[in-house]
């Protein structure tokens, strides 16, 4: 079982619950297309989860490596960009628009995908394993994940509309490759 605590495996302890994380991703997606939004929701925060023990677990034990700053970036992707996104389609947007502002709630999808893939390869280009910089270059794309759900649960509650929370996928889908300073936990 060294290979748990090896940086140099794939399948060290910490690539495991990023593996968990894209599992969860996945499941996420499942579920989102079978219009079961609160099992998405419950999967996509456990893959939210995942994400945080992951890379404690990676300092705590030394096991940075560039194959698991890829990988992270990929679940990443998967749990902070796609799954948030495509629920918010398939639950605000495919029920409240039709026809050319779906269409615009489409591109204003495509480009927070965009966005997040943008910033996380940027991300990549500049990550050294191992290393922690004090404070973000724009927002990373868990907090753009932690406020696309906001704006769904407040759209849920009806004090926000449909066309508002378009608005607001474009404002931080901007303020993932901004100049905003965010402090690193």
């Keep these: 079982m060294k290979f748990l605590y090896s940086s140099k495996s ?9 593996f968990s994380n894209i599992a969860a991703g996945l499941i996420a997606t499942y579920f ?3 219009s079961h939004f609160l099992w998405a929701a419950l999967f996509a925060w456990m893959g939210g989860a995942f994400d945080i023990f992951d890379g ?16 992270d970036s990929f679940a990443d992707f998967l749990s902070f960009v796609l799954v948030p996104v495509f ?14 502002w779906l269409f615009l709630a489409g591109i204003a999808s495509i480009y927070y995908v ?14 050294d394993a ?36 378009v608005i607001l996928m474009i404002i931080f889908a901007w303020s993932l490759n901004s100049k905003i300073k965010v402090p690193h936990p």
């Design 10 to 18: 794939h399948f060290n302890l910490a690539n495991l619950i990023t």
């Design 130 to 165: 191992g290393e922690v910089e004090k404070y973000f270059t724009g927002v990373p794309t868990p907090l753009g994940a932690i406020l696309l759900w906001v704006a769904y649960l407040i759209n849920y509650t009806s004090l926000l509309s449909a066309t508002s929370v």
């Design 87 to 100: 629920f918010i389609f398939q639950a605000i947007y495919t029920n409240s628009f039709s026809g050319f």
């Design 56 to 71: 404690k677990v990676a300092r705590k034990y030394n096991l940075s490596s560039e194959f698991g700053i890829q990988l």
């Design 32 to 34: 989102i297309s079978e």
């Design 114 to 127: 965009i966005s997040g893939l943008r910033r996380l390869i940027q991300f990549n280009i500049n990550a």
